[in-house]
């Protein structure tokens, strides 16, 4: 407790480590909008709530450190990721996805939580359970006499994250096949009627979300690290950004990645990197408890 | 045939079948103990997963809070519980008979209505949720317990603590979890089929099939809910109390909070068994538990790998479960009563029928 209060009167009297916090809070959070944008995706097209997301970026982030234990640069091994996320994303479509679908939820995320299992089981058995960090050979810069510092790792994330966000967003307005996936999101009926395939829509959308998660994987790899079991906290902070957020809000998913990015920066500053899974879940609590403060007015169940 | 006699008759073998397990196979004892709290698991999980509908993946939660009450109660009746977890690392601290028994017996029974208590507390919360928003929830309730004990330093925080130790020799030890564990598991299968036959088993049904119907019936949909928790929650933390003193070693998460093991089982063996039946969960436990002990070992390291595949394979393969299967393939034979829906297509989203002239 003593440490805590200590913690938060550092920051009351040097507001410029605010400032820090704030800076590494956002350059993290743009990644948590990258993958939170991608499960609101397929939540939204495909009413599927993939409890493996946090585990497909693990698998990206270690396909790139394992391509970087090569001696190829992180930046490189993102595009490798991605196909090959997209390649798993089809395969795991293929065989267990597009059969749960019709089903009710619950099944989705049963099956999900599964295939997370086997991701996070199997990549243990072949890397180990050591935290892994993919090199990228990038210096660090220090601003108001090193009380700030900005690594351009993560800086370099930060870009490359808002551009693929920019580039899902603009192939998504402007394609014929980004349209077909607003069209199903809309109305399935309605869109089957129109003549759109859904079921190659569904295929198309969750191998999309997987190329994202191995794109923000590799991200993850190079600004953070990775370790088989931390997809589970992924798939929950992404939780808890859409939740917050509301499915079908784009502004909101990536302004709620943004604020997790924040608040994690703060939350593990004042209690301590221990606490930092309890802090997610409680804040996932909080926020189901608040919608359901927000429901209550209309007499809703959460749904 | 009629269905009474038939039950009636499974009962009777059930409790021959449990009463003669351990004296017939003593070396397998704590192996068919483990069964009986995985039968235990999978029928508590069954009222709210199966009867009503409502998917948690937080059971576990009641588990781990019972056994930490139970430790608590045990311990605090004689010493100082602080003092005690700080001790017992470099000190070993003895219980004498008498102590021993009245703080199991008291632990156990303060597990059980503290987990009701909880039932009651988080009913408050849990029941706004929906579908998989309850499932998220209640599993972050269960995460959430693992992590704040494990922070705990009371009660041992992460390194746990070590309970007393049980007065007498190992094999009447085995003999007395066991009987424990059986008795309790053979009491909740009797009460269940009560309970299940009273007019509350018809009201979860109707919650389940349809909940805003079963409310516009005029079922007080709410308080039937919360009752359904706070019977999990009484005979979970029963469980958690008499396994904690069984294993002699309790510790948040992987012992009493172990949200991708024993959590998931529980819902692993209702859906093997056939969800929503008395029996499927029983059927389910006994065969996940005898195919989980005879295969385990043989995997070294993979079990978890083939944990996933099972989950995967019986989720989308075969969720009608066995007892399921059963009913209908001989339906005249097995289904006693009304069972329930199946859903063939997916339900529609609600922004569908939100919009004007939308689908339907």
Not at chain 1, 254 to 274: D, T
Request: some cysteine; proline content about 3%; overall charge neutral.
């Amino acid at each position: 407790m003593q440490n805590v209060l200590d913690n938060i009167s550092i920051l009351v009297n040097a507001p410029i480590f605010n400032l820090g916090l704030l800076i590494d809070g956002l350059l993290i959070g743009s990644i948590f909008a990258l993958a939170a944008y991608g499960l609101a995706l397929v939540w939204g097209v495909m009413n599927v709530k993939n409890l493996a997301q946090g585990d497909f970026i693990m698998l990206g982030g270690y396909l790139t450190w394992g391509l970087g234990t090569l001696g190829i640069h992180p930046l490189f091994g993102l595009p490798v990721a991605m196909a090959v996320l997209w390649c798993i994303g089809f395969v795991l479509y293929r065989t267990v996805i597009s059969k749960v679908i019709s089903r009710d939820l619950f099944t989705s995320l049963l099956a999900t939580f599964g295939i997370a299992i086997v991701i996070q089981q199997a990549l243990n058995l072949t890397f180990g359970p050591d935290t892994e960090s993919a090199n990228a050979h990038l210096p660090t810069w220090d601003f108001a006499d090193g009380v700030i510092t900005v690594t351009a790792t993560r800086l370099v994330g930060f870009v490359c994250a808002a551009l693929l966000a920019i580039g899902v967003i603009l192939f998504m307005k402007n394609s014929r096949m980004g349209q077909a996936i607003r069209a199903t999101a809309q109305d399935v009926r309605g869109a089957r009627v129109l003549g759109i395939d859904t079921e190659k829509v569904y295929q198309f959308t969750f191998c999309l979300n997987a190329a994202i998660c191995g794109a923000a994987g590799a991200l993850v790899a190079m600004v953070w690290n990775v370790q088989p079991f931390m997809g589970t906290t992924y798939s929950i902070r992404l939780f808890v950004v859409v939740t917050a957020a509301g499915i079908g809000n784009l502004p909101g998913v990536i302004a709620a990645g943004f604020g997790m990015g924040v608040f994690e920066q703060f939350g593990g500053f004042l209690l301590g990197a221990e606490f930092q899974q309890a802090l997610i879940v409680l804040l996932l609590l909080g926020i189901l408890a608040f919608r359901q403060l927000q429901q209550l007015r209309f007499r809703q169940a959460v749904q | 045939m009629s269905g009474v006699s038939l039950q009636s008759l499974t009962y009777w073998l059930l409790a021959l079948a449990g009463i003669a397990a351990p004296l017939l196979f003593p070396d397998y004892t704590n192996e068919i103990a483990v069964l009986w709290l995985m039968i235990l698991f999978a029928s508590t999980w069954d009222i709210l997963g199966g009867q009503m509908g409502y998917n948690s993946l937080g059971n576990i939660f009641f588990f781990g809070a019972g056994m930490y009450v139970s430790a608590v109660v045990q311990i605090g009746m004689f010493y100082d519980v602080g003092m005690y977890t700080a001790a017992s690392r470099t000190t070993h601290i003895v219980f004498t008979t008498g102590q021993y028994f009245t703080g199991f017996a008291f632990g156990i029974l303060a597990a059980g209505i503290a987990a009701a208590v909880l039932g009651f507390v988080l009913s408050l919360f849990v029941f706004g949720l929906r579908g998989p928003y309850f499932a998220i929830g209640t599993l972050g309730v269960a995460v959430a317990g693992a992590e704040l004990t494990a922070s705990w330093d009371w009660v041992g925080a992460a390194s746990g603590i070590s309970l007393p130790v049980f007065p007498g020799d190992p094999y009447a030890q085995k003999l007395f979890f066991y009987f424990l564990l059986f008795a309790l598991a053979f009491g909740l299968l009797l009460f269940l089929r009560w309970l299940y036959s009273t007019r509350f088993g018809l009201a979860v049904n109707a919650i389940r099939d349809d909940e805003e119907k079963a409310e516009a019936m005029g079922l007080h949909t709410r308080t039937y809910k919360r009752v359904a928790l706070v019977i999990t929650g009484f005979f979970l933390g029963m469980a958690g109390a008499i396994f904690g003193n069984m294993t002699g070693f309790i510790e948040p998460r992987d012992i009493a909070f172990p949200t991708t093991t024993f959590n998931i089982f529980m819902v692993l063996m209702v859906l093997l068994g056939g969800k929503g039946t008395l029996w499927g969960p029983v059927v389910g436990a006994a065969i996940f538990h005898v195919i989980k002990e005879v295969t385990w070992i043989y995997f070294l390291g993979w079990q978890f790998i083939a944990l996933g595949v099972l989950i995967v394979v019986i989720v989308v393969y075969f969720q009608q479960g066995i007892v399921g299967w059963l009913i209908e393939t001989y339906p005249d034979r097995f289904s006693g009563r009304i069972r329930p829906k199946v859903e063939t297509d997916r339900a529609p989203a609600g922004r569908l029928a939100s919009q004007p002239g939308g689908a339907e």
